[in-house]
């Protein structure tokens, strides 16, 4: 099977930075695109970032010039560094990957359990 397990979340004041990664761990031939959404209450999920294997990136408008993501294709990690927060990045952040597994030799979305980012002061 395969995992996708965030870390680094928490409390941040405004203008504040904090980076938050993820692991994809399990029965894995290859991680193709990984990026990060986020819900906030009463919202649907949205995208925030996404970066593809080559490092091609691409951002929601609400967090260009803010937010930096990144990955290790060594490690199958992913990481969203987030600089000038805002009490609007307030949510539960998700990662997701479209992975090849070597469980059922097939690519499908995985997603993580979550991770809360409240910004407030």
């Known amino acids: 099977q395969v995992q996708l397990v965030e870390s680094g979340g928490g409390l941040v004041q405004p203008g504040g930075s904090l980076r938050v990664s993820c692991s994809a761990s399990?029965?894995?031939?290859?991680?193709?695109?990984m990026g990060w959404y986020r819900q906030a209450p009463g919202k649907q999920r949205e995208l925030v970032a996404v970066i593809t294997r080559g490092s091609y990136t691409n951002y929601a408008d609400s967090v260009k010039g803010r937010f930096t993501i990144s990955r290790d294709n060594i490690k199958n990690m992913v990481y969203l560094q987030m600089n000038s927060l805002k009490a609007e990045d307030t949510a539960v952040y998700y990662c997701?990957?479209?992975?090849?597994?070597?469980?059922?030799?097939?690519?499908?979305?995985?997603w993580g359990q979550g991770t809360q980012i409240t910004v407030s002061s």
């Open positions: 399990g029965s894995i031939n290859r991680v193709n695109d």
């Open positions: 997701h990957a479209n992975i090849f597994s070597s469980a059922d030799w097939s690519t499908r979305g995985y």
